[in-house]
């Protein structure tokens, strides 16, 4: 399965700016890259902060712009949304039974669960109100297929201090579920708009810097340095025996043609 992972787009109304650039062409040419070299995904995912106030007209706006992507969707939530513009804007996306926007899409691979950690109003994620009971029976009633997750926040701290208020409530009590359960193999997020993978007790997880601005990343520092570095996706490989994630940039970088049968020149090597 080719499955491709978008994050933190930050839209603002058409014709808007944010800290000084455009967050809409920035995602068109994502999609046209995305168009260009990835047609073939079987899916993609945008994991929240699918605009920078949670306004309807932002989310209009996203409408339109993912109108020209040939890869079919699905969207999450995430700090800066608002659920119930977006529930205007989209009304036909998945919701589980307390009205979160949570669903599970079945593959050849496995189980594909989608989270919703949006908290209304505050910048942290939670699976609380019933979140982590859904996700704990979505595990549990097929429990041979391999899981992987989405979600918005991180559900483990990441090791930047900045982050710490920021990540999911009782994350500890979360991943000591999914490891319980047996069956998680990846947990894709996003919010931290920096490059980070890893693991927590066995269970990998990746995230990508996203295709708005961009963190500088301090090991120490609680403040953080915000970038317009090029926009970012991931493109994750999944089959039985493995899980590759490559993340790739947008940016105007030229390809050099060199000859295989000369030697390669100096300024490439």
């Known amino acids: 399965m080719k499955l491709i992972h978008l994050t933190d787009l930050h839209l603002v109304p058409a014709g ?25 995904a079987e899916l993609c995912v945008l994991t929240g902060d699918l605009t920078d ?5 932002s989310y209009e706006l996203l409408r339109e712009l993912l109108q020209e992507m040939r890869v079919p969707i699905r969207l999450l939530l995430g700090n800066h949304d608002s659920r119930q513009n977006f529930l205007r804007a989209f009304p036909g996306e998945p919701r589980d039974r ?30 609380n109100e019933g979140r982590l009971e859904w996700l704990l ?13 989405f979600a918005h926040h991180p559900l483990q701290p990441i090791g ?13 009590q979360t991943m000591r579920a999914m490891v319980g359960a047996g069956n998680v193999r990846h947990v894709f997020h996003g919010h931290v708009h920096v490059d980070v993978s890893g693991t927590w007790s066995g269970i990998p997880f990746s995230a990508s810097r996203g ?13 953080a340095d915000f970038v317009e570095d090029a926009p970012a996706f991931d493109v994750a490989l999944i089959d039985d025996d493995s ?27």
């Open 53 to 57: 106030e949670g306004d309807f007209a």
């Open 98 to 127: 307390n009205g979160f926007v949570q669903s599970v899409h079945d593959t050849s691979v496995g189980r594909l669960i989608f989270l919703d950690t949006l908290v209304k109003g505050l910048g942290h994620g939670a699976l």
């Open 160 to 172: 930047l201090p900045h982050f710490e208020p920021w990540n999911t409530e009782n994350w500890r």
């Open 137 to 149: 029976e979505r595990l549990t009633e097929r429990p041979q297929a391999p899981a992987y997750l």
């Open 211 to 223: 295709v708005a601005h961009q963190i500088i990343p301090h090991l120490a520092r609680r403040d």
């Open 243 to 269: 899980v590759l994630v490559h993340r790739f940039e947008v940016n105007d970088r030229h390809v050099v043609e060199v000859s295989v049968a000369g030697p390669v020149p100096k300024d490439v090597q």
């Open 16 to 40: 808007a700016m944010l800290f000084g650039f455009d967050p809409a062409e920035r995602m068109r040419k994502t999609i046209e890259r995305i168009n260009r070299d990835h047609a073939d």
